[in-house]
């Protein structure tokens, strides 16, 4: 798993509370109800295990499907815990140059998974024969 620093926000403005006034207070590290993205792996922590777990399994099968109830960090797990991973190089057989595609299910998961990869190539340049 990565090990790497927190970086703390620039302590640039004045607290609005009067009983610290004068103090500075940093950016909040928590991005709310939106899922951490790959820009906020630095504020992402205390899932290495479950990262670890995802890394084997990707190993030893080439796929893995991550399923969850809604809004239980499954986005955040793979853009901030994941991803960062396999980008670092950490899967040695494979290298840092990895192809990631984003799908959302939605109503129609198959249809979605598929569009999702043949934009992906598409924006690359490769074309998609026609089936």
């Known amino acids: 798993m990565l090990n790497y620093s927190v970086r703390v926000g620039e302590l640039s ?10 103090e500075k207070i940093g950016t909040n590290p928590f991005p709310g109800l939106r899922p951490f993205t790959l820009d906020d792996s630095h504020l992402f922590f205390g899932r290495e295990g479950q990262v670890d777990e ?14 969850g109830y809604s809004g239980s960090g499954k986005s955040s797990l793979m853009h901030c815990g994941l991803i960062p991973v396999l980008y670092g190089g950490f899967m ?10 984003t799908s959302r299910p939605g109503s129609s998961p198959i249809e979605n998974l598929s569009l999702a990869a043949v934009n992906f ?7 998609i024969p026609r089936i």
């Open 13 to 22: 403005d004045s607290s609005p509370d009067p009983l610290f006034s004068g």
């Open 54 to 67: 995802i890394l084997l399994k990707l190993y030893n099968n080439r796929s893995v499907t991550i399923m």
């Open 92 to 101: 040695t057989d494979s290298g840092p140059h990895w192809k990631v595609i």
């Open 121 to 127: 190539w598409w924006r690359r340049g490769v074309s």
